[in-house]
């Protein structure tokens, strides 16, 4: 029975962002289960949609004895701090240590962390671990397809496998795939040949979902590539374009039993992602357009129209708490309309104060100084209170617990607001009802995401708009002041090349 070791420390670190990542983040854990050690993975990532749930479950039918260390995620973010990442390193090495000589060893990572020291989280993470292990140990990694490849990272594992959906509903079957790619690993007895290629344009995450071309496309071809060309595994990772370091940007890995298939075979995938760099521009609303549009199809749905205010995207370093959407929702008069999350733990405290019912005039969010925004001051009506803690239903977050603090749902007109003391993309259905808003009754629903939501809301959905009020993720990465990135990548899709 092979012995397999396994660990996960996770987080896309926006360098652009306000707020770093300190211990305490990874703690609580940003939407995912709060800081896990030892046995305490077993009791909480079973139907958790994380890699790490789905290579447990695989390691079981593969009758592998799984070795649990740690697991820990922080919402996105600025940097994480050296203190966090140096102890959680620590503690994850020490419990590998203990464990004794293993067969291979398993890692749960994003691909795009950044820390106050290190630009290559990821690979410092690898390397680490290598070097306890030795470079005989297979060591296989699952990665958020946003992650960043460095050619630390390829060097240092045997296979990094991502995941092909955006929204994330593949985590645990990309947990279940590292599994099968291990298998082989430990099968053939020696390192596959690797390929890794560098896509030389910046994708906006925005246009990166894979429920819409051209990733729907894309990914299809990357299965068949994989398949046709005899690759043992084949992934593309269109990156996170907010992390200002050299290797930041998409990027293709593939792996195969001999060099000239895994070159082929990353050659080719390649190839078609340059050939779509034009289908990777899209087109947003200003936030009252936005609005405004909106408005016009709500009129005439059955459904609600659905927002993203994807510049204000937790999911992606973003504070949650902008107001550039509320004040477009206000100024244009909507009504039946819901925005969430505002993650404002003084104005959630002080609707608690004031009770169910209450009228109180509050500096609603807008506190973590992005330019063009500030707290929005109205007269809000208090509808409901909830301490934070429910369940999510859908399929991104996975069943199970979700922990947002205090929290309230506050109308000012025919608007009303989520406000939240703890900050996690609104992603799920969940999220509206913990605070007594029905979302499928709303005629808008702005969320403060950028593609994640889509897995829960596109089947209530009349459409979805997507607007650019000011926020941390801006839509287009060429608004981004880089000052790091490698020569010649293009800011954003047929840009201008960063020199």
């Not at 106050?116 to 990665?143: C, F, K, N, Q």
């Not at 729907?216 to 374009?241: C, K, N, W």
């Not at 995401?449 to 829960?456: E, L």
Request: net charge negative; glycine share 10%.
């Amino acid at each position: 029975m092979p012995r397999i070791a396994v660990a996960g420390f996770m987080h896309e670190t926006n360098t652009f962002a306000p707020a770093p990542a300190g211990y305490a983040a990874f703690e609580h854990g940003g939407g995912f289960p709060p800081f896990s050690r030892g046995e305490e993975i077993f009791a909480r990532m079973p139907g958790k949609n994380t890699g790490l749930s789905g290579f447990i479950a695989a390691a079981a039918e593969k009758g592998w004895e799984v070795l649990p260390t740690l697991w820990c995620a922080a919402a996105p973010s600025a940097h994480v701090t050296e203190d966090a990442f140096e102890r959680i390193m620590a503690e994850m090495l020490e419990r590998m240590a203990a464990l004794g000589p293993v067969d291979a060893v398993y890692l749960d990572l994003h691909g795009a962390m950044v820390t106050t020291h290190l630009d290559d989280g990821e690979g410092e993470t690898e390397a680490r671990v290598r070097a306890l292990i030795g470079p005989d140990v297979p060591l296989v990694v699952s990665l958020d397809l946003h992650g960043n490849l460095t050619p630390r990272m390829v060097a240092e594992a045997d296979a990094l496998v991502a995941y092909r959906t955006y929204p994330h509903v593949d985590m645990a079957d990309t947990g279940r795939r590292a599994a099968d790619v291990l298998e082989a690993r430990l099968a053939v007895g020696k390192p596959f040949a690797k390929a890794f290629r560098q896509i030389p344009f910046l994708m906006p995450i925005a246009w990166q979902c894979t429920e819409m071309e051209p990733c729907r496309t894309l990914y299809a071809q990357l299965a068949e590539i994989e398949r046709d060309m005899g690759l043992v595994h084949l992934s593309f990772l269109p990156g996170f374009p907010a992390a200002d370091f050299a290797d930041c940007g998409g990027s293709v890995v593939a792996y195969a039993d001999t060099q000239t298939k895994a070159d082929a075979g990353a050659d080719a995938l390649t190839a078609l992602i340059n050939a779509q760099e034009d289908a990777f521009a899209g087109s947003a609303f200003s936030p009252e357009d936005g609005v405004r549009k909106a408005m016009a199809l709500a009129a005439t749905a059955s459904r609600p129209v659905v927002i993203s205010d994807t510049q204000d995207n937790p999911g992606a370093g973003g504070s949650s708490d902008t107001t550039g959407m509320l004040r477009a929702l206000l100024a244009c008069g909507a009504e039946r309309a819901a925005l969430g999350l505002m993650v404002d733990p003084e104005t959630a405290e002080a609707a608690h104060k004031a009770g169910v019912g209450a009228e109180v005039t509050l500096k609603l969010g807008g506190k973590s100084g992005i330019p063009d925004d500030a707290p929005f001051e109205g007269t809000f009506v208090v509808e409901a209170l909830s301490e934070g803690t429910f369940d999510a239903t859908g399929p991104y977050f996975g069943k199970g617990p979700m922990f947002l603090g205090r929290s309230a749902c506050l109308r000012i007109g025919g608007v009303r607001v989520v406000v939240a003391s703890r900050k996690a993309q609104l992603a799920d259905q969940a999220m509206f009802r913990y605070v007594g808003i029905e979302p499928t009754e709303q005629a808008i629903l702005v969320n403060k995401s950028s593609v994640h939501f889509r897995a829960d809301f596109t089947p209530i959905a009349e459409t979805i708009l997507v607007c650019t009020a000011p926020g941390a993720m801006p839509l287009s990465p060429a608004s981004l002041p880089w000052k790091h990135l490698r020569p010649g990548v293009r800011l954003e899709p047929n840009g201008r090349s960063f020199a």
